[in-house]
């Protein structure tokens, strides 16, 4: 028996709590705080007696839900109170009607979503896929469950080490074949890639470890040959008044996995481990200009390869990415891929569908508004 201090847990808990309406202040509106409140202590109050496999106290798991809803889908006060609540009706005494009465019908419906999804999952056959498919068609009138539904299966993976091994194979092997790929399908690059990097860790833990441990190994050779690369673009584009920053990312665990397995090749023969991101900020009707003006820098000190031009801006892809990609050849010779968009783009790349609401607030163009790629999402 592990020893606990109900005392430091109970404080946890309340940091925990804090840190996520701090994260959600930006996004309440008068009474919301409220709400969350309430929808935090039903939770705390109807999961007190259980612990997840790790031994913690299992509030922890809703509110790290929550949490995820916020800060990296960007979701409101309706989600947040449905991410507090999403477990109580399939773990513990509470009834979908005690929701629906205390958090209203909109709540009650999400946390019924959510708990027939997990239903899917039950009979664990190979018709799982396409169940899951027939699943989020019935679902689709409200992409929320989705997306809260992906925050709980990526906090799932990030606490999968105390699973049994049987266990992290199964909700391992589901996160690639289902849930990454619904991920990508709504544009939630991040979590995605983190998906795909927690399935990888679980199923090949050696390459895994490998190429992770590689990717921190070169991280001083790497950087040094990015701020060599980057720096007359740097200094052209403040020249020119550009309000911008710059990032170089190494590429995903799971993507160089994959580039070393399809092409069978050693981890030092993956030429483009990392990704230049130029990202401007600039108005809604400038953004393709300003991008282009951008490529132009970038082409003026480095030789683009032209069958690497991808125009995700005149033609954005079906999820509602963004983005003008070259690759440019180094003083070095080595092809460097340069990626290109705006502060709006880029906010939609990395968070998906609830970015894009949060720009259709703004005024903007009806061709650009989201509905569109929307309503064809879950076809
Ligand atoms: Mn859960």
């Not at 390459?207 to 990015?226: G, H, L, P």
């Not at 481990?273 to 970038?298: G, P």
């Amino acid at each position: 028996m592990i020893k606990v201090d109900i005392e430091e847990e109970r404080k946890e808990i309340l940091k925990r709590y804090r840190k996520l309406l701090r994260l959600a202040k930006p996004l309440l509106k008068s009474g919301d705080a409220k709400l969350i409140k309430k929808a935090f202590n039903v939770a705390s109050e109807a999961h007190k007696e259980m612990r997840r496999k790790s031994g913690e106290p299992y509030i922890y798991h809703p509110l790290e839900v929550a949490l995820i809803c916020v800060e990296e889908i960007g979701l409101g006060t309706t989600s947040i109170v449905a991410a507090l609540l999403h477990d109580v009706v399939e773990d513990t005494d509470m009834e979908l009607e005690d929701i629906e009465r205390e958090f209203g019908v909109k709540v009650a419906q999400i946390i019924d979503g959510l708990t027939k999804i997990a239903g899917v999952f039950d009979y664990g056959s190979s018709q799982q896929a396409e169940n899951f498919r027939k699943m989020l068609l019935t679902l689709s009138d409200d992409v929320r469950v989705i997306l809260i539904k992906l925050a709980d299966r990526l906090n799932n993976m990030r606490t999968l080490d105390s699973m049994p091994r049987h266990k992290q194979l199964k909700i391992g092997s589901e996160t690639k074949y289902l849930y990454a790929p619904l991920a990508h399908r709504l544009g939630l690059y991040s979590i995605k890639s983190e998906l795909e990097d927690l399935h990888l860790k679980f199923m090949d833990n050696e390459a895994y470890e490998y190429i992770s441990k590689r990717i921190s190994d070169t991280r001083v050779s790497r950087n040094k040959f990015i701020k060599t690369f980057i720096t007359p673009i740097e200094n052209e584009l403040q020249a020119q008044g550009f309000k911008f920053v710059i990032k170089g990312r190494p590429k995903s665990v799971y993507s160089i996995y994959n580039k070393m397995k399809t092409q069978n090749i050693p981890f030092e023969e993956v030429f483009d481990l990392f990704a230049i991101r130029v990202i401007i900020d600039t108005s809604y009707e400038n953004e393709k200009a300003a991008c282009w003006q951008v490529y132009s820098i970038v082409t003026d000190f480095y030789r683009p390869n032209p069958n690497r031009l991808r125009d995700w801006i005149s033609t954005p892809r079906a999820n509602g990415y963004e983005s003008l990609h070259t690759t440019a050849m180094s003083q070095t010779g080595q092809w460097v891929e340069v990626q290109i968009r705006t502060q709006r783009m880029d906010d939609i790349a990395e968070r998906g569908y609830a970015a894009h609401w949060k720009y259709k607030e703004k005024k903007m163009p009806q061709k650009k508004q989201p509905v569109a790629w929307m309503s064809g999402l879950l076809k």
